[in-house]
Every structure is written in structure tokens, then in C-alpha cells.
């Protein structure tokens, strides 16, 4: 057991060295030697969970969309919004998430598979779209594969440029100012008069998920009759 968990917290230490340095260098010019460094581990340590520099992309590629996932809301359409706004937030504050974001859009990261995330990510909004079409929050023009494509790519776009114009310091302006132009294109006004896409959202949202559900107390007493 001891061994086991020394052997998570050496993989977790190697990724997030290896996130920091891919951040900061991109894929072509980081090193095995620098994310050694960087890890302050051996390179046998490393070679014993990741076998090469691309292994170590995937790897981080796969922990970026390991978030914890938006509780079912009643409008599909508010939780696609907060699935965005959610990402978005982690995208400022979590160095893997930022990582794997420039991994996914590297392009000199030939060798890597870099579908991963637009596939994910696809998945997840095509999925609450085909929700929200079912209890008649979309409008009827609207094809839930191809809009998930065109918010995924959308959203894509938008990570870049607030990582140039402002190291994502100003991301969250600009995924709002993208809802208020892609939503009413697909969804029904009496819907989306009460969606909430305002920046101040993602803070409830990471205070909402870190609070604790109470557990259930055993020993209730049932009611009687």
C-alpha cells in the first residue's frame, strides 16, 4: 500500500513538472531533462510510468478533462453554460488544465494524438444538446451534433486568443461575450431569459462543487403513519 501510494504521488509530481515546462515551452522544445529537473525525480522514476515524451503529453492531455463534473440542472442549456464557464475558470487557475489546452492547439506537437479533448469535449455537449432538445429548450432548426462541433471549435478559438492578447486573464469576458452571440441562435428565448452566463457564475459554481454533500444521518427517525 505504502509503495503504491509513493508510486501515484511520483507519477502525479512527474505530470505536473511536465505540465509546467509544456506550458511554458511547448511540446518541440521541452525536454525529458528539464521536466527531470522540474520533477525532482530520476529519469528511471519517470521512465517507469511514461516511456516517452509523447506518453507524458497524453498523458496530461488525459488529466486536463478529469474535472468534476457540473451537477444535472433543470435547463440543459444553463448546464452546458456552466460546463463552459466551469472549464474556462479552471483553464486560469489549474497549470495541467493550461497545459493540456496548449497541447491540444500545438501544432508542433505532430507526433501527439490531439483529438482527444475536442472528441471529449464533444461528447459532453452533444450529449446535454440531445438532452435540451428532447424537453424543448433548442430551437427547431437546430442539429445538436453539428452546434456541439461549432461551440467546441468556437470555444477552442476563444482559449487561444485570451492565452495571446492576455494570458487568459481575460477569458471569462470573452467565453461570456461568445454565449451571448452563440446562444440565441439555437436556443428558445423563453429559455434563455433565464440563463445565467455572467462572469461572477464560475465563482459560485467552484464554490458550489467544493462544498461537501451532507451525508444522509442513519439513525433518522422515519415519520410516522
Wanted: charged letters at 25%; proline letters at 5%; zero cysteines.
Amino acid at each position: 500500500m505504502v509503495k503504491q501510494e509513493r508510486a501515484i504521488r511520483t507519477r502525479k509530481a512527474i505530470l505536473t513538472a511536465a505540465a509546467k515546462v509544456f506550458e511554458e515551452r511547448g511540446y518541440r522544445a521541452a525536454t525529458i531533462t528539464e521536466i527531470l529537473s522540474a520533477a525532482g525525480v530520476t529519469k528511471g522514476a519517470l521512465y517507469f510510468h511514461f516511456s516517452s515524451k509523447e506518453e507524458l503529453a497524453q498523458g496530461i492531455l488525459h488529466e486536463q478533462d478529469q474535472w468534476l463534473a457540473i451537477p444535472d440542472r433543470a435547463s440543459k442549456i444553463q448546464q452546458i453554460s456552466d460546463t463552459v464557464l466551469l472549464h474556462a475558470y479552471r483553464l486560469q487557475h489549474d497549470p495541467m488544465v493550461r497545459a493540456g489546452v496548449r497541447l491540444s492547439l500545438d501544432q508542433q506537437a505532430g507526433e501527439v494524438d490531439r483529438r482527444g479533448p475536442f472528441t471529449h469535449w464533444g461528447d459532453i455537449i452533444g450529449e446535454l444538446l440531445d438532452k435540451a432538445e428532447a424537453q424543448g429548450e433548442l430551437l427547431p432548426h437546430v442539429s445538436a451534433p453539428e452546434t456541439a462541433d461549432v461551440l467546441v471549435g468556437s470555444f477552442a478559438g476563444i482559449q487561444a486568443m485570451s492565452q495571446v492578447m492576455s494570458d487568459y486573464q481575460d477569458l471569462l469576458i470573452r467565453v461570456n461575450a461568445m454565449l451571448r452571440h452563440f446562444l440565441p441562435s439555437v436556443v428558445i428565448p423563453s429559455v434563455l431569459a433565464s440563463v445565467d452566463i455572467t462572469t461572477a457564475r464560475a465563482d459560485r459554481l467552484v464554490t458550489e462543487l467544493r462544498t461537501p454533500v451532507p451525508a444522509p444521518e442513519d439513525d433518522a427517525v422515519a415519520p410516522v403513519g
